[in-house]
């Protein structure tokens, strides 16, 4: 087989495998949010306001319920390293780009799947919690989901060089 093949098929199964993973917690946390989005009615702490929230949060309320989730998330992205017992600057950019892509996915999958809500309601006056939006969807879609996908390719690439690398978890650069 091309190696060259079956790097770019490495790659297209690691995205395919996040979509997959955002499906599947979109659909679970439909069945806890239902259509109250972002913890809306859940029984969590929650902070609706602070300078940092606006820089990190993109304005959002902070949640119990998401402290925990987006922790959990970053540590099961990152079990890999530790199966494998390597961390490498490229495999942590890649782990980085894979969780911005999942949670951008999963958003998109929680309005699209979600009875409540659909792809017609996915606009500000439904959805307060998304307090920024650039051509019709949140901004984080535009910015979280490109720098995802960006961070990702980037993550195949070595350093210096155009070549892609093996689709092992041992890259050397």
């Not at 995205?15 to 913890?39: D, K, R, V, Y």
């Not at 809306?40 to 929650?46: D, V």
């Amino acid at each position: 087989m091309n190696s060259g093949f079956s790097r770019y098929a490495h790659m297209v199964m690691l995205f395919c495998a996040i979509t997959t993973l955002a499906f599947f917690f979109a659909m679970t946390e439909i069945q806890i949010e239902g259509p109250h989005g972002w913890a809306g009615k859940l029984p969590t702490w929650k902070i609706e306001s602070h300078p940092l929230l606006d820089l990190f949060w993109g304005g959002r309320p902070m949640t119990g319920y998401h402290a925990w989730v987006f922790a959990f998330m970053l540590l099961a992205f990152h079990l890999p390293h530790v199966m494998h017992g390597r961390v490498t600057f490229l495999l942590e950019v890649r782990s980085i780009g894979s969780i911005m892509f999942f949670w951008i996915m999963e958003d998109m999958f929680w309005f699209f799947m979600n009875p409540a809500f659909g792809l017609s309601r996915l606009r500000p006056e439904y959805v307060p919690w998304h307090k920024h939006w650039f051509l019709g969807v949140p901004a984080d879609y535009v910015t979280f989901g490109l720098a995802g996908i960006v961070l990702i390719l980037v993550s195949f690439y070595r350093t210096g060089r155009t070549e892609l690398l093996s689709p092992t978890w041992d890259p050397k650069f």
